[in-house]
């Protein structure tokens, strides 16, 4: 009898750490629901450009963004003359994808792909991660340095085509 009742303490002790790790897993899938999916329209902290973010590929696991507005460029014509290519310095930077390929990584949080910095005109290896349901950083990294921004949820701007 004793090492059946030992047997039994073993097997309620399991269940409940497998019903705990499911409780936790629910919260957590809860929280992912709560703060939505990257996709969408997003303004950028200086409300100097607004970017949609959109799946790269029907999988939905990697994401891309294109820029639809600048604050700068109310016409659409402002060109992306800062590329270190010269080749690109004639393409216009409104529609211009500035973050392509960007695989998801785990809840919330995408890596890998490219950003674009029209400012600089360089690209960098891009990070992701959505902080809330209205909340976005987007950041680029060089070897170990990395600069980011967080872009708020907005609506589709009325200039975008």
Not at 58 to 83: E, F, Y
Not at 110 to 139: N, T
């Amino acid at each position: 009898m004793f090492q059946t009742s030992k047997y039994y303490s073993k097997k309620v002790y399991l269940l409940a750490l497998i019903l705990l790790q499911f409780a936790v897993a629910m919260l957590a899938n809860a929280e992912l629901r709560k703060q939505g999916d990257p996709w969408g329209y997003w303004e950028a902290a200086d409300k100097g450009a607004i970017a949609e973010i959109y799946p790269c590929n029907q999988d939905r696991q990697s994401l891309c963004a294109k820029l639809l507005w600048i604050k700068d460029d109310p016409d659409g014509t402002l060109l992306d003359s800062n590329n270190t290519d010269a080749q690109l310095q004639q393409r216009k930077l409104t529609g211009l994808v500035f973050v392509d390929g960007v695989a998801f990584k785990k809840a919330g949080k995408w890596s890998g792909g490219s950003i674009y910095d029209p400012k600089s005109g360089k690209s960098y290896k891009a990070k992701v991660e959505l902080k809330s349901a209205d909340k976005i950083k987007l950041g680029g990294c060089i070897a170990f340095l990395c600069d980011s921004e967080t872009w708020s949820r907005t609506s589709k701007p009325k200039q975008s085509k």
